[in-house]
């Protein structure tokens, strides 16, 4: 059973930084893609930032420059570093690593963390 565990997250004023990890156990494909999606109250979840194990990144426009994924292979761990936090950034922050095998995808989320930023 896929287990994602997720840390970091909390309260800090504009301009400031967190950094959330994101741990995997369990059974998982070594190919995959691991990263973060996040989710305000009434929106739909939305993309963050997401690497594959080769290290190629994508990232939410409005988060790029400020945000930077990276990961731990060998731990099967993510990490976002937030940098310069706005606002608008406030939302609960979402892990998720999937992946294809033998023509399926396999999805797992994490449990969620609360970032929120404000004065």
């Known amino acids: 059973q896929v287990q994602l565990v997720e840390s970091g997250g909390g309260l800090v004023q504009p301009g400031g930084s967190l950094r959330l990890s994101c741990a995997a156990s369990?059974?998982?494909?070594?190919?995959?893609?691991m990263g973060w999606y996040r989710q305000t109250p009434g929106k739909q979840r939305e993309l963050v930032a997401t690497?594959?194990?080769?290290?190629?990144?994508n990232y939410l426009d409005s988060v790029k420059g400020r945000f930077t994924i990276s990961r731990d292979n060998a731990k099967n761990t993510v990490y976002l570093q937030m940098n310069s936090l706005k606002p608008e950034d406030t939302a609960v922050y979402y892990c998720?690593?999937?992946?294809?095998?033998?023509?399926?995808?396999?999805?797992?989320w994490g449990q969620g963390t609360q970032v929120t930023v404000s004065s």
């Open positions: 690497s594959t194990r080769g290290g190629t990144t």
């Open positions: 998720n690593v999937h992946y294809g095998s033998g023509g399926r995808k396999y999805e797992y």
């Open positions: 369990g059974n998982i494909f070594s190919d995959n893609v």
